[in-house]
Every structure is written in structure tokens, then in C-alpha cells.
């Protein structure tokens, strides 16, 4: 299978500097810029910023 070029694949690390991170994929025309999200963080058991780390 061909690697889509306008969607790679992003890791987001979490901002609360547990280390955790998720990894998901993000539409590069859409949204050019870091992706920030909030999710859930099991280490510090709660719902905190993950940021796109490059």
C-alpha cells in the first residue's frame, strides 16, 4: 500500500511531561499547523493538551 502524502502519520505527546504519548493521523492541507488535542492521559489520570511533537 502507497503512503498518502496529505495525511501522514503524527505522534502526540502529552503536555502534562508524563512522556505518554498517542499516534494518529492528521489532514496536512486542512490543518498546516501543530495539531493540539485533548485527551486522556492514564499516568496522571486525567484529560489534559497532547501536542504534535516533530
Not at 505518554?20 to 486525567?46: A, G, H, Q, W
Given at each position: 500500500?502507497?503512503?498518502?502524502?496529505?495525511?501522514?502519520?503524527?505522534?502526540l505527546?502529552?503536555?502534562a511531561?508524563?512522556?505518554?504519548?498517542?499516534v494518529?493521523?492528521?489532514?496536512?492541507?486542512?490543518?498546516?499547523?501543530?495539531?493540539?488535542?485533548?485527551?486522556?492521559?492514564?499516568?496522571?489520570?486525567?484529560?489534559?493538551?497532547?501536542?504534535?511533537?516533530?
Amino acid at each position: 500500500m502507497a503512503q498518502n502524502q496529505a495525511r501522514p502519520i503524527v505522534k502526540l505527546r502529552s503536555t502534562a511531561g508524563t512522556g505518554y504519548t498517542y499516534v494518529t493521523r492528521k489532514n496536512r492541507r486542512n490543518n498546516p499547523d501543530r495539531l493540539t488535542l485533548t485527551k486522556y492521559d492514564p499516568v496522571i489520570r486525567r484529560h489534559v493538551q497532547f501536542r504534535e511533537e516533530r
